[in-house]
């Protein structure tokens, strides 16, 4: 499985930024998508999460209501919708396949190359 992640880039405290990832090679339908981010000085941490097949997501508190993960079977692309960005979102954001749903960056198996979101105050 193959992802590139892109649609990063700067913005201010408030503002939005939609992050695509495109997927290919050999994908199963059954596969969680997922979407991280890692700060400087900081661990890469979960934001949020889609089953491929169902649709069903997942979100870390701190993006809830702000943040909403898609996916477009079709293309197949995920996107990650950042609304109310705020400063603390700034970061290197990764989206991540795993055959199994799970928080934990160690139970996903394939990564993109990370996008860079700065969110200026």
Same mark, same amino acid.
């Given at each position: 499985?193959?992802?590139?992640?892109?649609?990063?880039?700067?913005?201010?405290?408030?503002?939005?930024? !939609?992050?695509?990832?495109?997927?290919?090679?050999?994908?199963?339908? #059954?596969?969680?998508?997922?979407?991280? !981010?890692?700060?400087?000085?900081?661990?890469?941490?979960?934001?949020?999460? /889609?089953?491929?097949?169902?649709? /069903?997501? +997942? +979100?870390?508190?701190?993006?809830?209501?702000?943040?909403? /993960?898609?996916?477009?079977?079709?293309?197949? #692309?995920?996107?990650?919708?950042?609304?109310?960005?705020?400063?603390?979102?700034?970061?290197? +954001?990764?989206?991540?396949?795993?055959? !199994?749903?799970?928080?934990?960056?160690?139970?996903?198996? +394939?990564?993109?190359?990370?996008?860079?979101?700065?969110?200026?105050?």
């Amino acid at each position: 499985v193959q992802l590139q992640a892109s649609g990063g880039g700067l913005v201010h405290t408030g503002g939005s930024l !939609r992050l695509s990832c495109a997927v290919s090679g050999r994908f199963y339908s #059954t596969y969680i998508m997922g979407w991280f !981010r890692q700060a400087p000085g900081k661990e890469r941490e979960f934001v949020a999460a /889609i089953t491929w097949n169902t649709g /069903i997501t +997942y +979100y870390d508190d701190s993006v809830k209501g702000r943040f909403t /993960i898609s996916r477009d079977n079709a293309k197949f #692309t995920v996107y990650l919708q950042m609304n109310g960005l705020k400063f603390e979102d700034t970061a290197v +954001y990764y989206c991540a396949a795993s055959p !199994r749903f799970s928080f934990s960056r160690s139970e996903y198996d +394939y990564w993109g190359q990370g996008t860079l979101v700065t969110v200026s105050s």
